[in-house]
């Protein structure tokens, strides 16, 4: 087990190029939550935030437009649950509820986020990665005991997919028994949304193209660092709006933010 520091990931961590357009930096499909509808949004601006090239929102007729008045106008939002684009380099489902079954043979990336992580078949593939917080977790996994960290390799191993498993010290792992434990997240992140942010910027990253494993911790570590910049009175959704600092730190860019 090591712990999940910049020097694991930051190499391959996307980086706008001078040649770059939307497509090429990903294309990102968040499906909209029926109900809860914060969750869908927090998610949605998070992804756009980590330099998705383009987020899309996918939503029953019904709510869309409250998709369409609520979120900003850099996200795209499509009340056709059916609809599907080639273009598409990632998938999240679960922030705030599904208007879909999750699909679980998709050929791309996929995220899947708290109602999503019921009723899944016993594998999935490495293109998949799981966010349960404990509770989360219990229900999925039932039969499971052991640390966390054995929880969360087991889990990973059964099912084929990353697991990152949430809390003080969240736990990635991966299904090839790679495993790391994130220290840098503070308390202040124990508050409602945190967990939409988390899957939004996993989900951003893995549009643009950064491998599973690295694209988890990365997510996880930029999470807790913003939250870090933000202090007490830490509300999610002061969170996106964290990362472009978080990401000029890491990416040596200068800022004038903080």
């Known amino acids: ?29 968040i499906f909209g939550a029926p109900e809860l509808t914060g969750a869908t949004r927090l998610a949605s601006e998070a ?19 409250i998709y369409k008045a609520s979120l900003p106008a850099h996200i795209m939002v499509r009340d056709d649950v059916s609809w ?3 273009r ?10 599904l208007p879909v079954r999750p699909e679980f043979q998709a050929k791309i990336p996929v995220v899947l986020d708290a109602d999503a ?9 490495a293109d998949y990665v799981l ?21 969360a390799l087991t889990a990973a191993k059964q099912m ?33 949304g945190s967990g939409d942010v988390l899957a939004g910027l996993i989900t951003g990253l893995l ?9 988890s911790c990365a997510a996880v570590w930029m999470h807790g660092r913003a939250a870090q910049i933000m202090g007490p009175g830490l509300v999610a959704s002061d969170l996106p709006d964290l990362i472009p600092h978080v990401l000029q730190e890491l990416l040596g860019f200068p800022s004038d933010i903080g």
């Open 207 to 215: 549009a643009q193209g950064m491998p599973s494993f690295q694209a």
């Open 84 to 86: 599907r684009d080639q």
């Open 160 to 192: 084929g997919a990353f697991i990152v498993l949430k809390g003080p010290q969240t736990i990635i792992a991966s299904p090839d028994g790679q495993i790391a434990i994130n220290n840098n997240a503070p308390p202040t992140l124990a508050t409602a």
């Open 47 to 65: 992804c756009a935030r980590v330099g998705a090239g383009l987020t899309t929102v996918l939503s029953n007729p019904e709510t869309a437009p």
């Open 131 to 151: 966010t349960p917080h404990e509770g989360e977790f219990k229900r999925a996994f039932p039969h499971l005991s052991g640390s966390r960290e054995d929880l």
């Open 1 to 29: 087990m090591i712990e999940n520091t910049p020097d694991l990931w930051l190499k391959v961590l996307p980086s706008p190029q001078k040649e770059a357009h939307k497509y090429n930096r990903g294309h990102a499909l």
């Open 88 to 97: 598409i380099t990632a998938m999240l489902f679960g922030p705030g509820g």
């Open 117 to 125: 992580l019921q009723n899944m078949p016993s594998s999935l593939s």
